[in-house]
């Protein structure tokens, strides 16, 4: 018998139930009663163990996910680390691609970033106004591109591994 069904016959039985007055003593079947309640309890004792079980199940699956990202984290750390020092030996003995079977490794340059070298000689009309002020990287980007002298802020290229 499910639990919403034992509190239902338990209300039904109250209902139905007839009570002292003076003393709210139940006067007709107080076993019955008894006995539904202490079927409710124990079902109650069930329902609570099993989410206890889940909640523990939910712990240790949080625990479990905080140990992956770090996991995960150190992993992608590790293969920047590799990327970059690759890059870096590659730029040292000016090789901008290998071939091989499995993948092609190529030195590419990114799209020019900003780099706001001196951020207080920026015009203002570059600057978004937030909680925070930063620069419209874009706008400035955009600018310089188009000949524009931007006071306070220069192209850059850097260069990342691809692999196809």
Sequence with gaps: MKLYEIANEYQSLLD???????TGEILTDPISLSSNLET???????????????????????QAEKMMKARRESIE??????????????????I????????AIKRK???ASVDDYAPELIPGKFI?????????????????????????ARLVRKEKLEIK
């Excluded at 901008?96 to 993948?103: G, L, Q």
């Design 77 to 94: 750390a590790r293969s920047e680390s590799l990327r970059n020092y690759l890059l870096k030996n590659m730029q040292a003995c000016d």
């Design 128 to 152: 978004n106004v937030k909680t925070v002020e930063s620069f419209d990287r874009d706008a400035i980007r955009r600018a310089i591109e188009s000949g524009e002298d931007v006071p306070g």
């Design 40 to 62: 409710f309890k124990e079902k109650a004792v069930n329902v609570a163990k099993y989410f206890n079980s889940l909640d523990a199940e939910a712990d240790a699956i949080r």
């Design 96 to 103: 901008s691609e290998i071939k091989c079977e499995y993948f």
């Design 16 to 22: 139905s139930s007839e009570f002292d007055e003076e």
């Design 109 to 111: 340059l990114n799209r």
